[in-house]
């Protein structure tokens, strides 16, 4: 995993880099810090561009990609053989959609189906033989996670690609990831999923859930690339699509969780040290749940692996992360008190001013506080409004019953939560039935967390983590005149 990026390899600063200070100093990354460029690193840095010809070209690109500053422009690295790859495909029932999905496979590479236990066990074995796929049927039904390291023990290439039998595979899709092994620290990929046209599945007309999960489905993370880790932008990606590198995998998947074993593997893999890369270039089409009973619960069911991820991954798992005066700033407002305001300005004078100490090498330090400040600020309200409508809400709901402040306060960020995603997303739904859809989205996905802490005793998956200390500067680097 400490092999330098090959000669060639390129990254480009992400869209949420603010580059400042003539070039000298760069602010963003998961979580935001400031690095300050020598001259050296600056001439390496064009339009927004690193393309690594040396040692201290590809460690400086390289510290990009760590700090989540930059991403791979996958369209100018080397592609790899595709051929290297083994499909391996966990299914349990659903002929009709692994027919679909092998189709779109096609014949060139090994595929390993898993039959986790069908009902109908002799369609599923007809179809994989259809499309001349190795088939593993399972005496037992074991989950999801389990029946994909079934299949894992069995690849003898160096790349598989887990695919979910309810999804379709672009033509370019794999050959998109496998890109991104040109960095040996890179273990895993994840494409962008999108939603299944509805002519293309069988007995369903398209609804209103379908519409809203087309523009709002869990799977869907988003248009911007990113480093895959807790607490970044892109903090997890889906099992339904994952190219993984074989022996960074070790064991697998959590074979004892049947939901969340996607995150946990992610997560997993970032404690050691590798690299995830969720790649929006690449897409995938899946079969979403359209209808209502189906979708609420499948989002209920999300909502309990929270409290599984509590336990093995503590406050990565935290429905909010603000420093504490952030947190400040936001009950001060969520108080609605004559005072409220007052103290909110003073919290975020006090912020400003601490930090325009921090950065006193900007060319602009007050400047540049209070941007940071004003952002900082920005996230604690929009991290509120989760806590308030998705993971607090029945204590929201309480809340309600009893205070007119509280109901003022869901409203506002009811309000505030639609139309900020409307505009975002954009659907093909109107702002009423987008509105409702949001809210039940929300509730479920609330009920799932508070379900498994009730169920778990244990209150990890419902606490935001304030952070009271920061990290410290690092030290300036020889090799490419870089401090953060």
Not at 22 to 30: D, F, K, M
Not at 185 to 195: E, G, N, Q
Not at 231 to 259: I, N
Request: proline share 6%; aromatic share 6%; with cysteine.
């Amino acid at each position: 995993m400490t092999t330098p990026l090959p000669e060639g390899f390129v990254v480009r600063l992400n869209r949420n880099v603010r580059v400042r200070d003539g070039g000298r100093t760069l602010v963003g990354g998961a979580p935001t810090r400031m690095v300050t460029l020598s001259p050296t690193a600056r001439r390496l840095l064009a339009d927004r561009t690193i393309r690594v010809r040396d040692r201290i070209s590809a460690v400086l690109a390289d510290r990009l990609l760590e700090t989540g500053m930059a991403d791979p422009v996958v369209a100018e690295l080397p592609g790899l053989d595709a051929s290297q790859v083994t499909f391996v495909v966990p299914v349990r029932d659903r002929p009709a959609a692994l027919d679909r999905l092998l189709t779109s496979i096609g014949d060139r590479n090994r595929v390993i189906v898993v039959d986790d236990c069908s009902h109908d066990r002799a369609a599923v074995a007809e179809v994989a033989a259809a499309h001349r796929a190795e088939l593993v049927a399972l005496p037992v039904n074991v989950g999801p996670a389990a029946a994909r390291n079934e299949g894992l023990r069995r690849v003898t290439t160096p790349f598989v690609a887990f695919t979910d039998s309810d999804i379709v595979l672009e033509p370019d899709t794999v050959s998109i990831l496998l890109r991104h092994f040109n960095d040996s620290r890179v273990a895993m990929a994840a494409p962008l999923v999108l939603a299944l046209p509805d002519d293309r599945v069988a007995r369903r007309p398209e609804g209103w859930v379908g519409r809203y999960e087309e523009a709002r489905s869990s799977l869907a993370l988003g248009p911007d690339p990113g480093t895959v880790r807790p607490r970044a932008p892109v903090s997890w990606v889906p099992s339904a699509c994952l190219v993984a590198r074989v022996d960074a995998l070790e064991d697998g998947f959590s074979a004892d969780m049947r939901v969340g074993e996607d995150v946990d593997l992610v997560w997993r893999l970032a404690e050691r040290g590798w690299r995830v890369r969720y790649e929006p270039g690449a897409t995938v089409r899946h079969e979403h749940r359209t209808a209502v009973s189906d979708w609420l619960g499948r989002k209920a069911f999300y909502g309990t692996g929270a409290h599984l991820l509590a336990q093995r991954h503590g406050s990565d798992v935290a429905p909010a992360v603000l420093a504490p005066w952030s947190a400040g700033f936001a009950l001060a407002l969520l108080a609605q008190r004559r005072w409220s305001l007052p103290v909110a300005a003073v919290i975020f004078a006090a912020a400003a001013a601490r930090i325009s100490a921090k950065v006193e090498g900007s060319d602009h330090p007050v400047r540049f506080a209070l941007s940071l400040t004003a952002s900082g600020s920005a996230a604690a309200v929009w991290q509120t409004t989760g806590l308030l409508l998705r993971h607090w809400w029945p204590l929201a709901a309480v809340g309600c019953v009893f205070s007119r402040r509280m109901r003022r306060a869901v409203a506002a960020a009811a309000v505030l939560d639609t139309v900020g995603d409307y505009r975002r997303t954009r659907p093909r739904l109107d702002p009423f039935r987008f509105a409702i859809a949001r809210r039940l989205d929300d509730a479920a996905y609330g009920y799932g967390v508070w379900w498994g802490a009730i169920k778990g005793r244990s209150p990890k998956a419902l606490l935001p983590d304030i952070r009271w200390t920061t990290a410290g500067r690092s030290g300036r680097s020889a090799s490419t005149g870089t401090s953060s």
